[in-house]
């Protein structure tokens, strides 16, 4: 069973830098794609980045764009995310989860890293 770990969160001020990682265990990767989505206080979870794992197209949300870079290294069956110019609107909770075909939902989450950016 595949299991999905998140890594690198942490407190930063505003205009930091922070990288998070999503390693998969359990068994080689196998989706069709993987995302990072976060929530802050009070508010519903929302999309970050995505990126398909055979061919590493990515998309971003409109309010990360720019300042968000997501990445992956096959070998290691891990996805990053750096996150550059952080704002305190960046805190929250980030998972990374795994969409399995194009059509399917994202189904398979991480237990998520606590962000915060200090003004």
């Known amino acids: 069973q595949v299991r999905l770990v998140e890594s690198g969160g942490g407190l930063v001020q505003a205009g930091g830098s922070l990288r998070l990682s999503c390693a998969t265990s359990?068994?080689?990767?196998?989706?069709?794609?993987m995302g990072w989505f976060r929530q802050a206080p009070g508010k519903a979870r929302e999309f970050v980045s995505g990126?398909?794992?055979?061919?590493?197209?990515?998309t971003y949300a409109h309010s990360v764009k720019g300042r968000f870079t997501i990445s992956k290294d096959n070998a290691k069956n891990t996805v990053y995310l750096q996150m550059n110019s952080l704002k305190p609107e960046d805190t929250g909770v980030y998972y990374c989860?795994?969409?399995?075909?194009?059509?399917?939902?994202?189904?398979?989450w991480g237990q998520g890293t606590q962000v915060t950016v200090s003004s």
């Open positions: 989860a795994v969409k399995a075909v194009p059509t399917s939902p994202y189904d398979l």
């Open positions: 359990g068994r080689t990767f196998s989706g069709y794609k």
């Open positions: 990126i398909t794992w055979s061919g590493g197209i990515t």
